[in-house]
Structure formats: C-alpha cells, structure tokens
C-alpha cells in the first residue's frame, strides 16, 4: 500500500499554518485567555441588526447559500457606486487571496510584496509555485514607489500592498497611491489590500476606477463590521477580472447565515459609525497605556495599535510570552526590524485595563528573564 | 492598459458555474418556487438543537473559527471511533473536494470517474489541468470493477466513486466495495464521496481501516444533518494525508457558527433517526405518485428519488422545466442514459403534495410540447 501520488509542487509545500489559533493557545496553556486582542478581531461586534439576520437565516441553513451572492453583490455595487459585475463575494479575503492566485500564479511566476506584509498572501503564492520577492518597509510604511520598481525589476504578475497596513497599522492617502500607480509595470496586477480601511482617516481609500484592470482592491466584513468568524470578504476589480473567479471558485462556499449577516451589516451604517468610535477611543487609550510603560504607540489607521517596544525581536516575543502567561492574547509583526513592536487590537475597557495591568510585568519579566 | 496575466490553464478554463443555483432560477422566473426540491438539500431541517447552537454562537461571530475545527474533530474521531488525526473539516464536500485535486492533480495527471457522477470533482480536475476519463453506469450504479480497470488503463492518480451515488440514488454494499478495492490499482487513491451514506441501509458505509492510504471518504454535515448553508464537510483518511490539506487549505475559512452547528448536530443521533424516518416516508411517497403517473421511482439509498420518464433527456427536460413553471425546483442528471430520469429531493408532505398536483399536468405538458 502506498501514498497517494502528489503533485511535485504539493510535496514541496510545509504543512504549516500561517497563524496559530488562539484556541490552540488556549489548549496548550489549559485556560482561556481574559483578553482577545491578538488576531485583529474587532471585539465590539458587528451590528445587532446583522447578528438577527444571521439568527434568523440560521432557520433556513437547510438551504444552500446562493452561488451569485446576487443580493449582497447589488447592496455592495450600490455602496460603492458600482455595478455588480465588479463585484466577487468570497469567503474571506483569504479565500479570495488564494482564488486570485491560483488564476495568475504558477510556477516560474513573481510577486512583489513587503518583507513582513501579511503572511497568507505569501502562503497561497507559495502553494501555487510562485516565487516572492520583498522590499523593505520605509518607515513602518509599505512604500508603492519601491515596490512597484521592484515589480517592474522582476516582471511580478502581482504586486501586494495593504492600506492601511497590517501589522503596522499605517497607511497611504488613497490618492497618492493612484499617483504612484503611475509606475505600476504593465501587465503587473496591483492588489491593493483595503482590510481595514473603513477604520482608516477619510481618503485613504484609493479612488480607483472600478474598470480599471490594474488593480483589484479586497475589502472585508470581518474588521471594521466585526464579522470575522463568518467569512464574507468582496473584491472590487473589472469585469473581466471578476468573471475569471467563477473559473475556480468554490460557487457554493458562502454560508447562507452570514450573506444574509453581511447584507444587514452594510445596511447599518449607523453601527460602523459607533464601532469606529469606540476604535477610535481604544486606539487612544492602547497609546496612553504604552506611553505610561515607555513604549511608543505607532500611528495606526486600523482596528490595532503596533507598540514599539525599543528593542529587538527577542525581547518582543518575551513581552508577548510574558502577557500571554497572564491570559493576553496578542500578536506581533514577524519581520525585522518591525518585529521590535507587538501588536495589539482595539477592544473595549475591561481588556484594555486587563492589557494596562499586564504590561508593567510584562515588561519587567521581559526585561530580566530567567 | 492590460488584463491581468492569467496563467494558460486559467485561460484555458470556462466561467461557468457547476450549478445555477434555485435563486437564479427565482430572479429569472420572477416568483420563488414553491417547492424547493432540486439541490438535494434536506427540507426537515437541522437539529433544533443544532440551529440553537449555531444561533448562540452567532453572538461570538466578531471571532474567527478555530482553524483547527478541533472540538469538531474531536467529536467526530470519537463518533467514527478513529482519531483526530484520521479527519479534515473543511467548507463542505466541494471545498474538500478542490483541496484534495490540488494536492494530486497537475496538468497531464488523470482520474477516472463515472459518466453523468458528480460533476464539481471533474470541475476541480478540469481546474487543476487534470484529464477525466469516464465509465458508463451499470444498471444505474456506478461500477467499482469497471472504475478500477479502467483506473489501471489510465495510470490515475484519483478514482472517483459516490456510495450511494448522485444522482441516481443507487448503493453498493460497503463490504463490496472494501472487496473491490483488491483491484485498485497501486498509486491510485479511492475517493469515496459519501455524502448520502446516513441516508442509506446499514452496511453502505464501506468498512475502511481509517489508517489505509489508498482510499479517502468524503462526509457532510449538509444532506442528513440537513446544514447546507453552514459549508461544513469532513474527510476521513489516513494521517499523512489529512495533514497534507494543512498545505493547501483556508485555514481560517470554517464559519464559527457552522462549527458550532456540526458538533450539535452530531451531538443529536436522536433527531437524525428522527430525519431519516421522514426521508424514508417521503421516498415512498414520491414512488407512489410516480407510480400513479406511469413513471419508475428508481430504488434510492439517499434524500432524493430519481424517477425514470421512460423517454430521453429531452423529454426529461420538458418534464422539469414544465415543474419549474408551476413552482417546483427539481433537477436532472446530465448524461445519458441517466438523463432519461428527473430527480426529486425528498421533502414534507406538503411540498410532495405540490409535486403530486403539478407532475400530471407536466408531463402531459412535455408529452405535446407546443
């Protein structure tokens, strides 16, 4: 009896995660975390009026979502000012990340990304045999002039680039990333990722043409609407280049609750009001915390603070390790020199004082370990 | 300013969708159906329980699922009396299905399946660059011995085969098929699509050593536990198999809510007999009125009936869409001979009693089509 026959690509893959869970965490430490501030989630929820309709859609969960999200996909055209046929529900940005992909990427081929930019772009390049070249980050900022010189350099068929960032929390003017645009190669697709970009100051999202086949922006409910354990993102993109999903997609892979949740959440534009405030006031607090404990809040346009820690990467880990150890969930960047900051996601009062009275200890056992 | 750069096999594929889903066909008739038959889904419904679960956890739904699906698997090894490491979840059979092509099957690879089976396996294959070969049905069964040969002939990476199939209800003892696998040829992975196996008589399900590395089986949470819309699946194989997914997958694509659901659904053996009391009435409706009408009710090891018209796929054709006009959604099978049948989702009294009154009219209506 033998193994199965893979492919040489699929033999050539880890079989690693890209992020570990925090119920994974969770797991190996035995107890729960009291604060849940590590995988960006935006812990004051969606809209009241979306958690109903997924309650109520779950009556029906019988039935198959449907394959052409047509109600949602016109909700979000009117949104937007687009139609629909620029439109491509999916399940999560990750889910649409690796259709994209799929339909660019293969082996021999090259993408442009920042060393240290979101992992799961990397993953799904790696697992369709396509090679990544890396900038460097200017300033805690992912830089659109050195990396579309370097697309231009490599022949990249795609160039990614969040705005706002993730993990550092900075972003663009969405104007001065059409200007720059300017140097995108021809024939290189600019993948603007805008997960966070509702939490962002008023025009940082780029003013893109909908049909313009340059560029494909992802945009989310699972940050700013506060619905990350349904799975609904959206790509903006031409025509064209929304059509081509249907050629590997999985057509029934949205739950049918969470379009019905997405739906209800767009139309509570009231509620994305009131989160942003509440990012808004904890983002404020996250920096008053970190100046408190001589650590320097970065600027951040997202649902998250990166707090320099004014070391090295090692020390960062240790003052991850150490809130961990006091049930603190967070995260931090993994690249150098970025890596000398942990990141945190804004949450409400309690976790943020449970974050206020962790830190100082933290960062003692950090700075004297064993 | 230029398209994207596709790969050639992204070039090469079409933007169809496997199945235009019933709400397709609701925009364009203008009126929902009134009986909602044709996708095979379950129209009892989930678990009470499972629908309360899946409702409470939709308050937590600003988190992301657990990309381990572990208390899921848990469950599931226990209920299966394997372990952990014997089973993937993932975004249903379909999602499964893409993950386990694209882990074998690159362009100049071959799988075998039967012709008129399954068709989002040959979409995956076709998506991957794979080439399909075909057997014929026997009798209306899908055919291990002819399926293994032809395997042989092929050298193919996968076989294809659904106990009991779809579209046309039929089943093989599962010991026959343990039996039959003595033929399989080295190298190349059984896929079992068991699907509808709950729905089946005791011994359908093939008695695999969970640990035997030829052979994979695919299961859901969507026909007998009648959770369509939540996307959750599950495979069951040998460990280096299941951890190969881990190179491929979404990690983070499981809807939190969905996981929830399964593990009460699974949790609820008593409504389950409870559902398939219904199913087992409902078939024997559906072949009374078939009987009533001249047609044959094939015999069915699954949720739906496929009813032999006694004519060709055109006839067919005119019966269903002749349903569709007075509200009824069904579907057929799309190869001959099979297409000679429409096939009917099993569903409560009062969506059969809808049939009941609409099938005299349809095929009185496609035997003198205008």
């Not at 650590?295 to 003052?319: E, I, M, Y």
Request: hydrophobic share 45%; glycine share 8%.
């Amino acid at each position: 009896m033998t193994d199965p026959r893979y492919t040489p690509l699929a033999l050539s893959l880890p079989s690693t995660v890209p992020f570990v869970g925090p119920e994974t965490q969770e797991r190996a430490r035995g107890a729960r975390f009291s604060a849940r501030l590590g995988a960006n989630e935006n812990v004051f929820g969606p809209s009241p009026k979306a958690i109903a309709a997924m309650q109520a859609a779950t009556a029906d969960i019988w039935m198959y979502g449907d394959p052409e999200n047509h109600d949602l996909r016109q909700a979000l055209a009117a949104h937007h000012g687009v139609t629909p046929d620029n439109i491509m529900v999916g399940e999560g940005i990750d889910g649409l990340l690796g259709y994209l992909v799929r339909l660019l990427i293969s082996p021999g081929d090259t993408v442009v990304t920042s060393l240290g930019a979101y992992p799961t772009f990397n993953y799904h390049v790696s697992g369709f045999g396509g090679t990544i070249h890396t900038v460097p980050y200017v300033d805690d900022h992912e830089d659109p002039a050195s990396l579309f010189a370097k697309a231009a350099e490599v022949g990249a068929k795609i160039v990614y680039l969040a705005n706002p960032d993730n993990p550092m929390g900075s972003w663009h003017r969405g104007e001065d990333i059409v200007a720059a645009m300017e140097h995108l190669p021809k024939g290189c697709l600019l993948l603007l990722d805008e997960a966070y970009v509702e939490c962002a100051p008023k025009g940082t999202a780029a003013p893109v043409d909908a049909d313009d086949p340059r560029v494909i922006r992802m945009r989310t409910f699972s940050k700013a609407y506060g619905m990350a354990g349904a799975r609904v993102g959206y790509a903006l993109a031409a025509p064209g280049l929304i059509l081509a999903f249907n050629k590997v997609r999985n057509h029934f892979g949205m739950n049918r609750a969470a379009q019905a949740g997405a739906l209800a959440a767009l139309q509570d534009q009231h509620w994305l009001a009131h989160v942003l405030d509440q990012i808004s006031i904890a983002r404020s607090r996250i920096t008053e915390i970190a100046t408190a404990n001589g650590l320097t809040a970065l600027p951040s346009a997202t649902n998250f603070v990166a707090l320099d820690c004014k070391s090295d990467g090692v020390f960062a880990k240790r003052v991850l390790e150490a809130l961990s150890r006091q049930g603190i969930f967070m995260r931090m960047p993994y690249a150098d020199p970025q890596n000398r900051c942990i990141r945190i996601s804004c949450g409400p009062q309690n976790d943020l004082d449970a974050f206020a009275a962790a830190l100082p200890l933290a960062l003692r056992s950090a700075q004297a370990p064993e």
